[in-house]
């Protein structure tokens, strides 16, 4: 169940990045999302996603991690620490034993996506409360 959070609240004041290969869950989750949040960049490959990041400082990433025609997500993860230590980054993969660096991201999603729990996982990432 949802609970009622900044993120219920003020979705809208949200810029979300999505780092994902998959046409159809890019399309989906851009679905889902375009509605929710103030801005939403999709990256179709982390190196696309990099200059996102640099082009625009989006509040939160969800980055998927086994990315076969690019770099995997655990280099892009790597890389956007190198840029910004505090950015909220959420992991979601059905690969989720690829993350190599589980302590460079706020939380773990394995697909299918719940998007409820997403975004009761998006409120936790945006207010600090990282999953133990």
Do not use: W
Request: without cysteine; aromatic residues 6%; charged residues 30%.
């Amino acid at each position: 169940m949802l609970k009622k959070s900044k993120i219920i609240e003020d979705l809208r004041n949200i810029s979300l990045l999505i780092v994902e290969d998959g046409e159809d869950i890019i399309r989906i989750m851009d679905n889902t999302f375009k509605a929710l949040v103030k801005n939403i960049y999709l990256a179709p490959d982390p190196a696309i996603g990099i200059e996102l990041y640099k082009n625009h400082k989006s509040d939160i990433i969800l980055t998927d991690i086994r990315m076969p025609r690019a770099k995997d997500g655990n280099d892009f993860i790597q890389n956007i620490r190198d840029i910004d230590s505090n950015i909220p980054i959420i992991v979601v993969s059905a690969y989720i034993h690829d993350l190599q660096k589980r302590d460079l991201v706020q939380f773990v999603m394995e697909k299918p996506i719940d998007f409820l729990e997403l975004i009761n996982m998006i409120d936790k990432a945006l207010t600090n409360d990282k999953e133990s």
